[in-house]
């Protein structure tokens, strides 16, 4: 349905000249995110001002024109992609820093600042912000914020939701509203900062964000492990994980992700193990080989097969080639991979991955199961080759979110709800959860204009 | 206004004998906190499990009867003083500790067990829980979750906000529901846990949580640094939070501080400075001389007059003696202290501990100025001796708000707001986000009933 009239004519008014565009060509590249899902929607602006963001709520609000905001489009979960049509308020364009300070351990930056710029920007100050997604170079920190992002480091340093003070937002009713402080403790009220982090656009569109900084480890070291089999190295990261040095990374390999990062990449040393734990530790240089030594210790037990420990540069970067390859062997391996990432307690992780297992072998579709096993937070690639094999992944889905429920597990760790695991959510979440959530939902965005048809079923 | 007839016939089905009281005297005891605020509840009542809690819920609903749960009555604000009369609802009595789970960081308790009760029961595991309010021995865990609390370890280990994976509640409405995970990671859906940590009783009775532990050091080592003012010592915690090692605790005392600490308790060897840091570093034995000696680094500059680095248990005691007189110090000096916990950004303390000397000598009342600096959150503590300096003190806190927003901080890091705290939420809130709160509260408690009269203005 075409935009009404008045509504594009103040979009105009609102936004100079190529800031806003109707033409389909553009509409269609405003389409798509990293999921399968698509739908063109009927406008695309691009705000750099809170002003002009405030300016479109009400306007879309006033029409009941559905708004979706945009970061880098990267999401896996169609979390950005206008289901319902209307406008794209793509962000990529509102991107500046507008303060470092690392006396206070802050930065305040405009939503469309990608996660690596900001990285960028904050290391000759000595710090970096926790959330390190695998999209770095694209994703944008309000995307990040949407979706509570992380990534390998949140094992040690948590999540977007742990590592951001406040913000500056507006609501689906138009209202412009200040939540959190410039300070790492608030006891002033409800949390709404925290509320917007993982909302997915549904609740308000952020304009500005106070970020929490870490300062950056003077030095870093890491460990591989090799296992006979995956419920040895699940054990492994419970014992690692009940110990006191706590690890900046603490990656998982099964065996079909080593075999096809070694096929894809023969060169890449990728060790002939049927389970591969990856371990970094980090701290002042003079604490490391006290860091390393705890959880080496930890890492041994049954099933242990090989410990290697990287005492430079080129032995590090040698280390995490398996990892690095299993990206690019995935993507060779088939163009249809259905990725989750679902968590359970750490402790759970052997039952998960022998579960996992079982599904592969019962729907003969092959599944890949690796990430941050630290947090319990596995990502479990489904990778049909076929239309066949294609269908039963689908088909397997709902098993493996019962199967991680039942582990007292959720749906997802980093990647979000979206459209992909929004039928999925009474799975995990009781309906007077549900409920409270509409009634949130309902206060924020009274006409439902704000990204419909994601997150709440 | 007694309770109708059959809210109380509910209640005594509801619970058992001894488990409800309408008796004065009983109900006297519930009148109060640690704030100066009291009224006697209509009735009391001690839950024990989550079904008489729904119970008494939708009942007080239906009657349209005020709600209000208490842990330990240790707030200072008044945030479990039943200011509308009704039921109290007291959940020391439910406090079991049902599960501890080292291998996934976490244990789950009942709201009633106190917080030095839980950390006895997770010594002997390895591990603690971050929030260590001043309260300890009697705060129940619930109650810290209410009030968002925390103590000296929240500037390296965080406040409760930060280690709390998930929640079981019964809302305003009477429905019960359950929030948050077993997991460190979670991108399911609006953050529930968070948004009722801090409520203070105004959206839902919590009835069990389960807590993110974190492993306990195997060492601490403590310095103190005096300082020449109260200014060089800010400007050594900006420096010290702007290096790599993060203090397990960073604590401030200014110079009435000392001096009442060093005239109460003459022997604890408090020292003749106008400003004093103590500083804790943790981690492997190891590693402290590392810690130890970048902190103290940081800690040096101008205006240092002394540094001092405990070698052994008893030194370490000596250096905290200061600290731990002060408290007594204050209640011997009078029985009128009005107790801020006010935050700014570390970079502003100079400007806030100058900003209360001023206030100190333009109202001509006592203050004294301590806590948790490496936050940038300090105890403002007015000492009035009689009824002149009391009324005094009243009359400068609405400065001492104001200033402590125009230097971007807010009213409460750790105690919260409650009734005493209620009237300057707009001086840190704009208006707009005072009114999505209450569209929160209002899907959470449409009637009302769950503890009137705190938080929202």
Known sequence: MPLPLTLLNLLHETFPQGAVSTAEVERRAYAHDNSRHAQIPDAVVFPTTHDQVEALVRACREHRVPLTARGGGTSSTGA?????????????????????????????VEPGVTNEALQQALAPHGFFWAPDPGSAPWCAVGGNLACNASGPRAVKYGSTRDNVLGL????GTGESFRAGTHTTKDSTGYDLTRLLIGSEG???????TTLKLTPRPAAVRSLRASYTDAGAAARAVARIMAQPVTPSALEFMDALALKLARDHQPEAGVPEADALLMIEVDGEPETLDVAAHAVARAARGDGLTDLVVATDAAQTAALWAARKALSLA??????????????????????????????AEKHAVPIVSFGHAGNGNLHVNFLPRDVDEIERAYAALPELFALVIALEGTLSGEHGIGVVK???????LPAATLDLMRGIKAAFDPDGILNPGKLLP
């Open 422 to 428: 929004r039928e999925f959510m009474p799975l995990a």
């Open 80 to 108: 950005s992609v206008p289901m319902a049509g209307g406008v794209v308020a793509c962000f990529t364009r509102m991107n500046r820093i507008l303060r470092i300070a690392p006396d206070d351990r802050l930065a305040v």
């Open 202 to 208: 549904t609740l308000a569109l952020i304009t500005e």
């Open 168 to 171: 500056a937002a507006v609501a």
């Open 330 to 359: 995935q993507r060779a391996a088939t163009q249809h991979k259905v990725n989750e990432d679902v968590v359970v307690p750490v402790s759970r992780l052997p039952e998960l991955v022998n579960g996992v297992r079982r599904l």
